[in-house]
């Protein structure tokens, strides 16, 4: 027994009751895990690297697409386009100008994100308006770098992505980077 007189727990035997980092220490408890894992959902994309693409919710764009009339929808694909121009994945939007467009972007929010950001920026120092849905990664190089020096619009709650069953394990925000801001302070 330990101190407390909880024989379950007691130095001695916490191998027995699965303090073996995550396995199971008997032919029982083997069992029941395969049994749970069973009748337990598969995680949702959402919440793996399964799928970087989400589809920006509808209610949460029609107001944003009425106040700055965007002309170009930067990383999208056909089936989740807000604007009908658009560019897809194989047009590379990264590598396109978006020098005097009125820019909608929902990233894919992978490891690629930080390029999605910085380009956002570099464009509206070009002279392109440039609004983007981000998760709110205030701890990031990318977030620190580009996103403090756009106007920071943070959602409440956590969004539903189009088709998501779920909402979003993390808080979301509105990024705008207005035409032509200075990019003296940022350092790349």
């Not at 001695?12 to 009751?17: F, L, P």
């Not at 959402?46 to 009425?66: M, Q």
């Not at 709110?136 to 069953?165: H, N, S």
């Amino acid at each position: 027994m330990n101190p407390r007189g909880n024989p379950f727990f007691a130095p001695n035997n916490a191998a027995h009751y699965g303090h073996l980092g995550g396995r199971a220490t008997t032919r029982a408890k083997a069992q029941a895990a395969r049994r749970n894992g069973k009748k337990r959902k598969k995680a949702h994309a959402l919440f793996s690297s399964r799928s970087v693409e989400w589809e920006t919710p509808s209610d949460l764009y029609k107001p944003l697409g009425a106040e700055f009339a965007f002309t170009l929808d930067v990383c999208a694909t056909p089936h989740n386009a807000k604007v009908p121009r658009f560019f897809a994945r194989s047009d590379d939007g990264l590598a396109q100008s978006w020098q005097g467009e009125r820019c909608w972007m929902n990233p894919p929010y992978g490891r690629d994100i930080a390029r999605w950001v910085a380009k956002a920026y570099r464009e509206a120092t070009a002279g392109a308006l440039v609004v983007a849905l981000l998760p709110a990664r205030t701890d990031t190089r990318w977030w620190q770098q580009y996103v403090t020096r756009g106007e920071i619009r943070f959602l409440p709650g956590r969004l539903r992505f189009g088709g998501a069953k779920h909402a979003a394990p993390f808080p979301s925000a509105i990024v705008v980077w207005r035409a032509g801001m200075n990019a003296s302070n940022c350092t790349q």
